[in-house]
């Protein structure tokens, strides 16, 4: 139990702003943290959701509050996600050999690639969510499926493309069969939150961060910080279009 607190505590400080104190971590530590990695979606999504109530109660209207619910979920990560989801897209866009795009990914400019596709993926999150019945149910979904796709990331079969950072930390970790299971419990808490399209909000966020993973370590040679933060991104994005659906 003991380790998988620790690991609990692992997930939070990686991924949120919320303090958790020093870790100890070690390769078991990293495998709990990023199976328990959608725990944090509740912190993310909760205090979106926060913020969409309080704006309803201030008369807000739905765009307003879902641009400021979006813009409270990038506080509390730090926005390192939609960071990582810039830096890839101007990896990948750049359309240069593996060494030359991870070297582009870890300037601290951010280029034409990265801007497009961070606006149009934060103008979707807004839209979406501003259209979303049960707009704070629907961002906890989300976000809680978004970070669905982490224990798949760092699965044995992944490797990471730079010797150090947190892809070399947590890659290769999860077993697939936890993946399995943890994205099983995630589909079955959304059916319970958001009827049948609360699991088609999380497996179609679960297939498009898979695509997406399956392309960056196909030019990348493995996974880095940045694609796990832009598989993050992708997959919440996803999961808030087919909850707006809804």
Request: a positive charge.
């Amino acid at each position: 139990m003991r380790g998988w607190i620790a690991g609990l505590r692992l997930a939070v400080s990686l991924l949120t702003v919320v303090p958790s104190g020093e870790v100890r971590v070690d390769g078991g530590v990293a495998r709990r943290a990023m199976a328990l990695a959608p725990l944090t979606g509740l912190i993310v999504g909760g205090a979106a959701a926060l913020v969409l109530m309080a704006g309803d109660l201030a008369g807000l209207s739905p765009l307003l509050r879902a641009a400021l619910a979006v813009g409270a979920m990038a506080v509390v990560t730090r926005a390192l996600h939609l960071d990582g989801l810039a830096d890839l897209a101007d990896g990948l866009g750049s359309g240069r050999p593996a060494g030359d795009a991870l070297a582009i990914m870890k300037r601290s400019d951010i280029g034409p690639f990265g801007v497009v596709t961070l606006l149009l993926t934060l103008m979707i999150q807004v839209a979406a969510l501003a259209s979303a019945p049960d707009a704070p149910v629907a961002v906890i979904v989300a976000a809680v499926a978004g970070r669905t796709a982490l224990p798949w990331a760092c699965r044995r079969p992944v490797p990471s493309a730079r010797p150090g950072g947190l892809g070399a930390l947590v890659a290769g970790t999860v077993a697939t069969r936890t993946a399995v299971v943890v994205t099983a419990v995630v589909v079955a808490a959304s059916l319970v939150t958001w009827s049948p399209y609360g699991p088609v909000a999380v497996l179609a966020g679960l297939a498009s961060a898979l695509l997406l993973l399956r392309h960056a370590v196909r030019r990348l040679g493995g996974i880095t910080g940045d694609v796990m933060g832009a598989l993050v991104e992708t997959a919440t994005t996803t999961a808030l279009i087919v909850l707006a659906a809804a």
